[in-house]
């Protein structure tokens, strides 16, 4: 069997990590039999080809990292996550998925990491009970990162800017239809919904929250992905 190392969930979230739920929802696209198993050691972790979660193991022990290489790996056993699309919208997909999976996952990094009031709901849900000193130590690592990447420096008004361009830009092309191509899950939702799932709600911070939740027609899209996937919920802490 498949097992699909994740980072743990919580508060409604299959996990905390947007990646980590969209490699979930791929898995659950493809049909193939799988199981989950939560990574909370960080020496685990550091263990693993990135560094990074997801990571999914096959039953003869072999790692596949990255959300986009479970994919590839899926797709090598026979998944079509983009069945009838035709080759242009082939395209707009991948288009749209990086779209999602580097520019929103800027924006939601530093709705968790670099905002004050979105890091305080990281330490008392992901990193409730962890040290102090280390978790400082690996929230600067991250807040150097987004420095580097440029989105920090932006103030609050520019990214919420872009980040109202980018929602306006998925509701266009998700318009009146149930999944965003189509009436069919395809491996675009299985990035979108996570993220608009992971930025609409606490531990992001409160502005960023209420942009999201200004969306009614996108979060009733993330429910509606959820549903259809049927992920089951860890257990509360
Ligand atoms: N590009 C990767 C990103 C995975 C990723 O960023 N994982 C984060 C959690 S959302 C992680 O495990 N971070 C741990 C670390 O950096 O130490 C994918 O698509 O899977």
């Not at 905390?16 to 696209?29: N, V």
């Not at 919904?193 to 939740?213: C, D, F, H, I, K």
Request: net charge negative.
């Amino acid at each position: 069997m498949l097992t699909l190392l994740t980072h743990s969930g919580g508060c409604g979230f299959f996990s905390y990590s947007m990646f980590c739920t969209k490699a979930a929802l791929l898995l659950q696209l493809s049909g193939e039999t799988w199981q989950r198993q939560d990574v909370t050691d960080p020496g685990e972790l550091a263990r693993m080809p990135h560094g990074k979660l997801p990571v999914l193991r096959d039953a003869a022990g072999a790692v596949i990292a990255d959300s986009e290489g479970i994919r590839r790996f899926l797709e090598s056993r026979g998944a079509t996550f983009d069945a009838g699309l035709d080759g242009a919208r082939q395209a707009q997909s991948r288009l749209l998925i990086r779209m999602v999976d580097e520019a929103l996952w800027l924006q939601l990094m530093c709705a968790r990491w670099l905002e004050d009031e979105g890091w305080s709901q990281m330490r008392a849900s992901v990193f409730a009970g962890v040290p102090e000193a280390p978790v400082e130590g690996f929230r600067a690592g991250v807040l150097q990162g987004l420095h580097f990447a440029g989105h920090s420096r932006f103030d609050r008004a520019e990214r919420l800017v872009r980040l109202h361009q980018d929602l306006t830009a998925l509701q266009g092309v998700l318009a009146d239809q149930p999944f965003l191509f189509g009436d069919r899950m395809t491996a675009a939702d299985c990035s979108a919904a996570p993220m608009l799932e992971a930025l609409s709600r606490a531990p992001a911070a409160p502005q960023v929250v209420e942009v999201v939740q200004g969306y009614p027609v996108l979060m009733a899209y993330v429910d509606r992905v959820m549903q259809r996937a049927a992920l089951i919920l860890p257990e509360a802490a």
